[in-house]
């Protein structure tokens, strides 16, 4: 890599359209069923040639981290470079880099967005390392970094089971159009594992194949997210952007993704998904409000 030149790795939003606890486990982890899908919207990760290393941060949500993740130097707290300097580490690779994230995702959202951010950051220090990405390191080193990072390396749809490190392949799913609504209320994931009534459920076996929008919402009726009632307890907000969405003609399932508080809404066309966005800004305008598409990441 030249130094006139960077490398721009696209960090996607990660849903969950269900979420089933199964078990809490003796060190009080909790272990999931899920169907996890990802969004093009999302964050932005830029590494560069350098003297040195150094982490920079920009965008919507730049201002919204604590201090001691906006140190630019290595032994900062971000995930992003907790996720540069674990690799450097298991690679033997000198940090001669800058790194740049661009920071859309609003932050403890739901949306799995800095773990998207570190499975990024590691995707493009392969890339750039020529190291190879099945490599027998790759998924320990980014279990260690959270729970949700190795799902989000390849950034495509995934049944994600036990506490992140079981990744199965999903069903077949289209392009479909999404409506993402956040209610600029943070939501920290522990405070809402807490809150969980303790009722455990089996895994789901799902079809294979998911042919349209609405083969998938006939599925996702017949599950859950089991942190909405947690969450909900926290932040009451929730709730009205759930019926903002289902206020809307032309959505046909809305669910809160993750911890929360982040919801999305899927439609048929996107059209309706901007219509509906249109709608639901005029009467929110302080809420994140975000149309795409499921299944459309690239990284580049």
């Avoid at 089933?20 to 069923?33: P, S």
């Avoid at 350098?50 to 981290?65: L, N, T, V, Y």
């Avoid at 959505?251 to 066309?269: I, K, Q, Y």
Wanted: charged share 20%; glycine share 6%.
């Amino acid at each position: 890599m030249s130094k006139a030149t960077a490398l721009t790795i696209f960090a996607p939003a990660k849903l969950n359209l269900f979420l089933h606890i199964t078990e809490r486990l003796n060190n009080g982890y909790h272990t999931l069923d899920s169907l996890v899908a990802f969004a093009d919207i999302g964050d932005i990760i830029t590494i560069e040639s350098a003297p040195s290393f150094s982490f920079h941060i920009k965008g919507a949500f730049a201002d919204s981290f604590k201090y001691d993740e906006r140190s630019t130097f290595l032994n900062g707290d971000n995930l992003v470079i907790k996720a540069a300097r674990s690799l450097s580490q298991v690679a033997d690779r000198p940090l001669s880099i800058k790194i740049t994230l661009t920071k859309n995702l609003p932050l403890s959202s739901g949306l799995g967005g800095g773990s998207s951010d570190a499975a990024a950051t590691i995707w493009g220090l392969q890339q750039l390392w020529n190291l190879p990405h099945d490599a027998d390191y790759i998924i320990p080193l980014m279990a260690k970094l959270g729970a949700d990072v190795p799902v989000c390396l390849n950034c495509r749809p995934t049944i994600m089971q036990g506490i992140g490190d079981i990744l199965l392949p999903a069903p077949t799913m289209p392009e479909i159009p999404i409506l993402l609504v956040n209610p600029m209320i943070s939501c920290a994931t522990q405070d809402i594992f807490l809150h969980h009534n303790g009722i455990y459920k089996k895994r789901t076996t799902l079809p294979k194949n998911f042919n349209s929008v609405f083969d998938l919402v006939e599925t996702l009726r017949t599950l859950e997210n089991d942190l909405f009632k947690p969450a909900l307890k926290l932040i009451p907000e929730i709730d009205n952007v759930i019926n903002a969405l289902n206020m809307q003609k032309h959505c046909l399932f809305s669910r809160m993704s993750g911890s929360g508080a982040s919801c999305f809404g899927l439609f048929e066309t996107i059209e309706h998904a901007e219509n509906a966005a249109e709608k639901i800004k005029t009467e929110n305008p302080d809420w994140w409000i975000k149309t795409g598409f499921l299944n459309r990441p690239e990284r580049y």
